[in-house]
């Protein structure tokens, strides 16, 4: 699976954003996909997951009810709706699958080139 993010940008505070991923690869539908977000100077951290199915969802705790993580599987694509972004969540984003549900981490060693989101004001 090979994937490429986008729909990043410039916002103010309290203002949404909707991430895509795009991906390829006949195996796609049937991994687990994650968002994840990464700052200068530090770790890339988890974001968001879905199932491959796409019937559980889970969130990092800072993101919960403000972040919504979607699939279709029949366009190979993923999506991030971002509402209520603070600058904090200002950062690179990228997706990638997710080995089993409920885990915090990438399954694939690569990572596509991401999508930078800036929350300012």
């Known amino acids: 699976v090979q994937v490429s993010e986008s729909g990043g940008g410039l916002v103010q505070p309290g203002e949404s954003l909707n991430l895509s991923c795009a991906a390829s690869?006949?195996?796609?539908?049937?991994?687990?996909l994650g968002w994840f977000r990464q700052v200068p100077g530090k770790a890339r951290e988890f974001v968001a997951g879905?199932?491959?199915?796409?019937?559980?969802?889970w969130y990092a705790e800072v993101v919960k009810e403000r972040f919504t993580i979607s699939r279709d599987n029949d366009k190979n694509a993923a999506f991030l709706q971002m509402n209520s972004l603070k600058p904090e969540g200002t950062g690179l984003y990228y997706c990638?699958?997710?080995?089993?549900?409920?885990?915090?981490?990438?399954?694939?060693?690569?990572w596509g080139q991401g999508t930078q989101v800036t929350v300012s004001s």
């Open positions: 990638n699958t997710i080995p089993w549900v409920g885990a915090r981490s990438n399954g694939l060693p690569s």
């Open positions: 690869g006949r195996t796609f539908s049937t991994n687990h």
């Open positions: 879905i199932s491959w199915k796409g019937e559980k969802t």
